[in-house]
């Protein structure tokens, strides 16, 4: 099992930045990418940004591509996404997401970290 822990979340303002953290420990061996998704209120989970554990790869939404920037520590176990001027439409449960080697989906989920962007 793969255990992912987020941090890093909470209220901003417009424009702002915020970064947060995700951390994976237990079978890491077992996973090649993590990334990032949210939910609003109302709306149905969505990809944000995920990256490779090797660093090689990077992909994102379109609508955070160019302000958010995911990256990753050297061991490959944490990974960070800077989210640069924010908009209200950012405001979201923000979840972590492992993706296995053998499945090839994002079988590992975290708990979840409330991003809220207002004035």
Partial sequence: QVQLVESGGGLVQP???LRLSCTASGRIFNINAMGW??????????????????????????????RFNI????????????MNTVKPEDTAIYYCAAR?????S??????????????
């Fill in 37 to 66: 998704y949210r939910q609003a209120p109302g709306q149905e989970r969505e990809f944000v940004a995920a990256m490779t554990t090797s660093g090689g790869a990077t992909s994102y939404q379109d609508s955070v591509r160019g």
């Fill in 106 to 119: 994002y079988d590992y989920w975290g708990q979840g970290t409330q991003v809220t962007v207002s004035s």
């Fill in 15 to 17: 424009g702002e930045s």
């Fill in 71 to 82: 990256s990753r520590n050297r061991a490959g176990n944490t990974v960070f996404l800077q």
């Fill in 100 to 104: 296995d080697i053998r499945t090839k």
